[in-house]
C-alpha cells in the first residue's frame, strides 16, 4: 500500500516533470538548430552556408558503434558524478559541437538494424539487409562507398577502428560482400583498396577460416602497404611512409585493441592512432577521408557492461578531440561529422530498484572489463577446480578487484543471484541450459560475470533491456564546412548525401 502510494505520488511528479523536459529539450534543440544556423562554425568567421563555404577537404567520420544518448550521457553523468556530489552534466567535447541531428536507424528488413547494413545506409546512401555489406537486400548489386568516391577525386583515405579491419564497421568502406562474416574475402578487398592507411585493431582470419589461403599481411605488403604491429614502428611512421597497415601490438578478445578500462598507460590509444592518421595524410592536395570507429562500445554494451562502455565512448571523445584540434588549425576547409551506428544493450539512464536516483560515482570501482576479468580470474579458476570444490567465496577477492563489489554489501537477493549464476558458469558448456530464461537472464556470456556488471550498473542505476542492438535514433553532431547539413531530424542514408555535397563528390 505504503508501495503503491509512493509509486503514484512519485509517477504524477514524474509525468510532469518529463513533460517539463520535453519542453526543454525542444527548446534546447530548436535553440541549438538557431544557433547552428547563425553562428560561423569555427571561430574563424566565416560565413558557413552551403553556397559561401568552399568544400570540405579534410573530413572526419567518427562512428561509435552501439552509441546513442544512452551511452553519451551515461559518460557524461560518469563524469560529473566522479567530480562533484551536484547534478549536473559535464559535456564530451563532441556533444560541445553547434550542430546536433538526430538519425534514424532502421534497415531494409527490420527496425533493428546491425552493423552491416548500418554501415551500408551510412557509406553508401542505400538501405539493405541485417549482414549484408554495401550489397542490394537480393545480394547481386553492389554499392560504391563514400570513401571510394573520395579517393576517386584523389583524397587519402584512412580507416581506423578498435575492433578489427574486416568487421562490418571498418568493412564497410572499402568492401562489399553479401555477408558480413566473409572476414577473409573482406580482408583481400582491404589489400587490393589502395586506401592509405589502414589502423587499430588485427584480422580475424587473415589466412582465411581454415588457415589455409594466401596470407592477407603479405598481399598487402606486395601491394605496398607498410606493416608495422609494435609500438616502436607505429611511433617512427613519418609523413612520405607511403601506405601503411598498423595492427596494435596487444589485441584482446576476437583480435580488437583491448577496452579503455583494460589499456595499459603506454599502449596506443584510439586517439594515437587518428592522430598518426592525420599526420600521414595530411599533405595531399585534394585532402583525406578518415573515418574512425569506436567498435568496443558496442560490445561492451552486448554484454551490459557500463563501465567499460563508458570508458570507450570517453576514448572516443579523446579521438574526436585529435580531429578537432586539427579543425581549429585548418578552419574554412575541414568536417567533423560524428553519429553512431544504432543503440545497444537498451541502456538507459534509470532502474526499477533505483527509480529517480543514480550512483554512477560507483561506476568507477570497476577496473577491468568483464572480458578482462573472465581472462585473468574466472576462465583460469573454472579451469584448475574440480567443480564440486568450487565455491563462490573463492573469487571474491578477484570480484572485489576487478569490480569494486562487496559481497558483504549485497542484499539477500543480489546474493543469491550472484550464487545462481556462480553456479551456472561453474556447470559444463554443454550443460548450460539455453532455455529461455537462460538467455534473457545471461545472454551467452559468462553468467557470474554478467549478473556482476548487471548487480553493479543497477546498483549505479543504469538499466539494460537486451544484449542485442535497440531501434532508437542516434544522435549525429558536426562541426566545420557545411556543417549546417547534419542539422536537423534525418536517415541514416541522409548523412551519405550530406557528406559527398560537403566534399562536393561527383556521384
Ligand atoms: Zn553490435
Known amino acids: 500500500m505504503i508501495l503503491k502510494n509512493n509509486l503514484t505520488g512519485k509517477r504524477g511528479w514524474g509525468l510532469s516533470s518529463s513533460r517539463f523536459f520535453i519542453a526543454v529539450t525542444v527548446m534546447l534543440l530548436t535553440g541549438m ?15 558557413t552556408s552551403t553556397a559561401a563555404a568552399g568544400r570540405a577537404k579534410y573530413v572526419f567520420l567518427f562512428i561509435g558503434d552501439g552509441m546513442a544518448m544512452s551511452q553519451i550521457s551515461s559518460a557524461e553523468i560518469y563524469t560529473t558524478a566522479r567530480s562533484s556530489k551536484d547534478i549536473g552534466i559535464t559535456r564530451l567535447g563532441f556533444t560541445r559541437l553547434p550542430v546536433a541531428g538526430l538519425t534514424t536507424t532502421y534497415d531494409a528488413g527490420t527496425f533493428i538494424t546491425d552493423s552491416a547494413s548500418a554501415v551500408t545506409a551510412i557509406a553508401t546512401g542505400n538501405k539493405t539487409l541485417s549482414g549484408v555489406l554495401n550489397m542490394d537486400p537480393g545480394k547481386t548489386k553492389s554499392f560504391k562507398t563514400i570513401a571510394e568516391y573520395a579517393h576517386e577525386a584523389g583524397m587519402k583515405i584512412g580507416i581506423v577502428s578498435s575492433v578489427t579491419l574486416d568487421h562490418a564497421t571498418p568493412a564497410g568502406f572499402f568492401a562489399k560482400a553479401p555477408s ?30 581454415n588457415g589455409d589461403q594466401a596470407d592477407v599481411i603479405q598481399m598487402a605488403a606486395d601491394a605496398g602497404y607498410r606493416y608495422v604491429n609494435t609500438k616502436a614502428a607505429f611511433d617512427a611512421l ?13 589485441l584482446q578478445d576476437s583480435g580488437s585493441m583491448p577496452y579503455e578500462l583494460d589499456r595499459r598507460p603506454d599502449d596506443l590509444s584510439l586517439a594515437d592512432y587518428t592522430s598518426k592518421g592525420v599526420e600521414l595524410l595530411q599533405d595531399n592536395p585534394a585532402g583525406f577521408f578518415m573515418m574512425v570507429e569506436g567498435g568496443k562500445i558496442d560490445w561492451a554494451c552486448h554484454a551490459n557492461d557500463a563501465g567499460a562502455a563508458i570508458h570507450d565512448v570517453i576514448a572516443f571523445d579523446n579521438a574526436v578531440k585529435v580531429a578537432l584540434d586539427f579543425a581549429q588549425s585548418h578552419p574554412g576547409e575541414t568536417l567533423v561529422v560524428i553519429t553512431g551506428d544504432h543503440e545497444t544493450g537498451g541502456m538507459t539512464i534509470g532502474f526499477a ?3 529517480y536516483d543514480t550512483f554512477f560515482d560507483k561506476v568507477a570501482l570497476q577496473k577491468k572489463s568483464f572480458i578482462a576479468f573472465n581472462s585473468d580470474a574466472l576462465s583460469p579458476y573454472k579451469k584448475n577446480t574440480p567443480k564440486d570444490q568450487a565455491k563462490l567465496a573463492d573469487l571474491l577477492p578477484a570480484i572485489k578487484e576487478a569490480f569494486g563489489l562487496d559481497y558483504e554489501f549485497l542484499s539477500g537477493f543480489q546474493r543469491e543471484q550472484l550464487e545462481f549464476a556462480f553456479q551456472r558458469s561453474m556447470g559444463d558448456e554443454i550443460e548450460r541450459p539455453v532455455a529461455e530464461d537462460q538467455y534473457l537472464l545471461y545472454g551467452g556470456y559468462e553468467p557470474l560475470t554478467v549478473k556482476i556488471t548487471q548487480i553493479m550498473n543497477q546498483t549505479a542505476g543504469i ?13 549525429t553532431f558536426a562541426v566545420g564546412v557545411h556543417q549546417e547539413l ?14 559527398a555535397s560537403a566534399m562536393n563528390l561527383n556521384l
Open 180 to 209: 558480413r562474416s566473409s572476414y577473409y574475402d573482406i580482408a583481400v578487398q582491404m589489400a587490393r583498396s589502395g586506401f592509405e592507411y589502414f589502423a587499430g585493431g588485427g584480422l580475424l582470419q587473415p589466412r582465411g577460416k
Open 33 to 47: 538548430s538557431l544557433f547552428a544556423r547563425a553562428q560561423p562554425d569555427d571561430g574563424s568567421g566565416r560565413n
Open 486 to 499: 547534419f542539422d536537423g531530424y534525418y536517415d541514416n542514408t541522409d548523412i551519405f548525401r550530406k557528406m
Open 353 to 355: 530498484g533505483t527509480q
Open 463 to 475: 538499466g539494460w533491456t537486451s544484449y542485442a542492438h535497440t531501434g532508437v535514433p542516434v544522435s
Open 238 to 250: 613519418k609523413p612520405g611512409a607511403g601506405k601503411v597497415l598498423a595492427i596494435n601490438a596487444v
